[in-house]
């Protein structure tokens, strides 16, 4: 069993900044974040594995937000910049304990379906 804790939502006007934080009980394979705004499907946002740091992103926010690792901690961030309402939604981390591997690589799922654990989400809101 994998408990995962995030932290750091909040408000934020449109072109700022936020960071949210997903503390988690052990390291698995890979961590990932998703959000689900009112009224849709829930959706991947960043994926990164713990072993070297690999990441994925989904197309509507590269370039404006980095996942990223502290193996000590293990705790995983999302850095959120260039925020646009649109970003607004509840983030959750979640865990994926089985390594991925495809074609003679491992890979990051963006399917929600393929991560096992998730944390209880936290309120990210943009304001324009």
């Known amino acids: 069993q994998v408990q995962l804790v995030e932290s750091g939502g909040g408000l934020v006007q449109a072109g700022g900044s936020l960071r949210v934080s997903c503390a988690a009980s052990?390291?698995?394979?890979?961590m990932g974040w998703f959000r689900q705004a009112p009224g849709k499907e829930r959706e991947f946002v960043a994926a990164?594995?713990?072993?070297?740091?690999?990441?994925n992103y989904a197309d509507s926010v590269k370039g404006r937000f980095t996942i990223s690792r502290d193996n000590a901690k293990n705790t995983v961030y999302l850095q959120m910049n260039s925020l646009k309402p649109e970003d607004t939604a509840v983030y959750y981390c979640a865990a994926d304990s089985n390594p991925k591997y495809s074609g003679g690589s491992f890979y990051l799922s963006d399917n929600l379906s393929d991560y096992n654990y998730w944390g209880q989400g936290t309120q990210v809101t943009v304001s324009s």
């Open positions: 990164i594995v713990w072993s070297g740091g690999r990441t």
């Open positions: 052990t390291r698995t394979y890979a």
